[in-house]
């Protein structure tokens, strides 16, 4: 304790957060509780509006900027712009709206990079993928319902490889396009910053809203950006056309491993979990 803290009165020196214990591996008592099922049903109606919106943005600009539609068809629609805008600015409100029940997950890749971290628990982490996979397919289903004369001509929203790039190009766009998305998931979300940010309620969703904006503005003309696997899947699942299947694994491979590097890089080398943990190992008797 230094000069100025004895003279003041108090210590400075101890935290004004309190890092939460890590979640089991496996608890069966988690599935008799109601709030997991509500976080569960959170997971699936927030991925279901998010892929309804953004692949209905995606579709609708396709079709405002056919140039068989007319000789300005190129300076028509919201542009890669505004599709970034429809992903980013979803993302930032149904974080804002299920951050309280579920965490606002809404993508499989934040979910496994969370439980990486010890987050979230086996159990949840699974019920939420498969909420979130399930909730994607319903969405892109609805956008297919109601724009059945436009789904199947302007490519269903799916995600392919643009001509021109390599699959190990797309492979590292979804890598580290998902590494900036879930670091900043492990950022806003950190019990430190939180304890001192408190009093701005939507500091959370907001960076994590922009981390999907800027991300999809630097991916979109290489992969049509995915670094959401439910994203991806739900719109491959609904198109079901060759072209959409034939590059599926880039959009789960490329986002886990991207969430499994932002998980390390957060946890080891800038909350030196590992070294806390050695400490608190050397200090038992």
Partial sequence: ?????????????????????????????ELTKWSLYRAVIAEFVATLLFL??????????????????????SCSGVGILGIAWAFGGMIFILVYCTAGISGGHINPAVTFGLFLARKVSLVRAVLYM?????????????????????????????NELSDGYS??????????GTFVLVYTVFSATDPKRNARDSHVPVLAPLPIGFAVFMVHLATIPITGTGINPA?????AVIYNEDKAWHDQWIFWVGPMIGAAIAAAYHQVVLRAG????????RSLP
Avoid: N, W
């Fill in 167 to 176: 699959k190990g190009t797309g492979l590292a766009a979804e890598i580290i």
């Fill in 231 to 235: 994203r991806s899947l739900g719109a």
């Fill in 1 to 29: 304790m230094g000069k100025g803290d004895v003279e003041a009165g108090r210590d400075y020196t101890a935290k004004d957060y309190i890092d939460p214990p890590p979640s089991p591996l496996f608890d069966a008592d």
């Fill in 274 to 281: 590992a070294v806390k943990a050695l400490g608190s190992s």
């Fill in 130 to 158: 498969i909420a979130q996979c399930a909730g994607a397919i319903c969405g892109v289903g609805l956008v297919k319902a109601f724009q059945s004369s436009f789904y199947a001509q302007y490519g269903g929203g799916a």
């Fill in 52 to 73: 309804y919106i953004t692949v209905a943005t995606v579709i609708g600009y396709k079709h405002q900027s056919d140039p068989g539609l007319g000789a300005d068809a």
